[in-house]
């Protein structure tokens, strides 16, 4: 039974620091017990525990929480214990620097897919993606990227077909044969074009970054203000998302 209920207590800590890493990253108790439906007073007991690791801070004045240095170094050593970190960082920078765009790079780990990397350096406009935030698979040049060299197709069918598909704008696409059919275009031209479908008004480019064997292991995507890309530009991006994606492919193993 005590290990039962250690499992819990683990569990409702986990899910505390999971509510902490979402917009707008800072909330009182209160927010938390009622977003999670834990009570309060468990609530507070994990904090204070959070707390006493480093995991959370709290804020004196305005009382809410927020995550702490040791949740950024325990997120920060996935990140170290990738290969060609820096040459990956570089590259993104450096398509970020020449577009003048959003630019971020993104994997997919279990059924979930993240960015772990965003540059919005050199834009005037941000568009406000973050790091290690989390993207559905029907929308956004992430997800379809990513989604559409899901191999066995087979499985790649169960998935669609499983997963609830999540409406973000009017664009999305949520009919799973209409995804289905998205992800073919997408692999038969090498690349995505995500057209309002994450964040309305935007415009974004996926490409494919393979591994040695061919495998499809991440993306990396570009995004601008739809009203400023006109066909001559959006050329330009195409071809400088799939050359960054091309070089990032040649480090991977």
Do not use: W
């Not at 927020?66 to 170290?80: D, R």
């Amino acid at each position: 039974m005590q290990d039962k209920g250690s499992l819990a207590s683990l569990q409702k800590a986990i899910a505390i620091l999971k509510f902490l890493s979402y917009e707008p990253y800072h909330f009182t108790a209160i927010e938390i017990s009622k977003g999670l439906n834990i009570n309060r007073s468990t609530v507070h007991r994990m904090l204070a525990t959070l707390m006493e690791e480093m995991m959370v801070l709290q804020n004196p004045i305005t009382k809410k929480y927020k995550l702490g240095p040791l949740s950024y170094h325990i997120g920060a050593s996935y990140l170290h214990n990738m290969k060609y970190v820096d040459e990956i960082h570089n590259i993104i920078d450096g398509i970020a620097e020449k577009l003048s765009l959003s630019v971020g790079y993104a994997v997919k780990e279990g059924n979930k897919i993240m960015t772990l990397y965003e540059v919005e350096d050199y834009v005037s406009v941000r568009m406000g993606y973050k790091p290690g935030s989390f993207y559905p698979i029907n929308c956004g040049a992430y997800g379809k990227t990513i989604m559409a060299f899901h191999k066995p197709l087979d499985e790649l069918r169960r998935i669609v077909y499983s997963t609830p598909l999540e409406k973000r704008s009017e664009k999305t696409i949520t009919n799973p044969d209409k995804l289905l059919k998205e992800y073919e275009k997408i692999r038969m031209q090498g690349y995505s074009i995500s057209n309002g479908e994450n964040l309305k008004g935007a415009l974004g480019v996926g490409a494919p970054v393979k591994n040695s064997k061919g495998d499809v292991i991440a993306c990396v995507a570009a995004a601008g203000i739809k009203a400023s890309i006109d066909q001559a530009r959006l050329k330009e991006i195409k071809a400088v998302v799939i050359d960054g994606a091309n070089k990032i492919s040649s480090l991977i193993p």
